[in-house]
């Protein structure tokens, strides 16, 4: 194995691996000024589990890459996990590190076991691309954020068939 491969393991050895691992990066705050992604959830299956929404750097090769590394090499990972709400639209504030350009991914983790089943949880990204059995392309989910807050709307992904896609019929989300 040669060395450049070797360094991000390294790296992320570095730094234990934890679920709170970019929260306090990503978390926005009462009356704060400066560029987050206020995110609107949409077609979600049902009210059970958290939702996880993560901001990565948008190029092929830091999109979903392991938060350890991303950390240990500067980059941006940013993180927010809540409970799914019992009613309405919910909606995810993330901080950002400045305006720019960022791939957003979005978790309905059901069964709250923090890894993500295709059998179980859902998934959406920024740009909703339709999706296959592998991470969408960079170029179909890059988003840009302005200096204040951005709003996106990311509708969600579930096991349909052979397949994943949003939900044929959504239940009613109420605001």
């Not at 709170?20 to 609107?40: I, S, T, Y």
């Not at 950002?96 to 923090?114: C, K, Q």
């Not at 339709?130 to 991470?135: A, V």
């Amino acid at each position: 194995m040669s060395l450049a491969l070797l360094l991000p393991l390294a790296m992320a050895a570095a730094i234990p691996s934890t679920p709170d691992l970019g929260k306090a990066e990503g978390q926005c705050r009462a009356g704060e000024r400066g560029p987050a992604f206020e995110v609107e959830v949409l077609g979600l299956k049902d009210r059970a589990g958290k939702l996880k929404l993560e901001v990565y750097p948008a190029n092929e090769q830091d999109f979903l890459a392991d938060d350890n590394v991303l950390v240990m090499a500067g980059k941006t990972f940013r993180r927010v996990e809540v409970p799914v709400p019992a009613s309405g639209t919910p909606r995810l504030c993330v901080r950002l590190p400045g305006p720019g350009t960022y791939a957003v991914s979005l978790l309905h983790d059901r069964d709250n076991d923090r890894r993500f089943s295709w059998r179980i949880d859902g998934i959406g990204f920024s740009g909703n691309p339709r999706l296959g059995w592998g991470k969408p392309a960079v170029r179909n989910v890059a988003v840009s954020a302005g200096s204040g807050l951005t709003a996106l709307r990311i509708v969600m992904n579930y096991r349909s068939g052979l397949g994943v896609a949003p939900l044929k019929s959504p239940p009613r989300q109420e605001s």
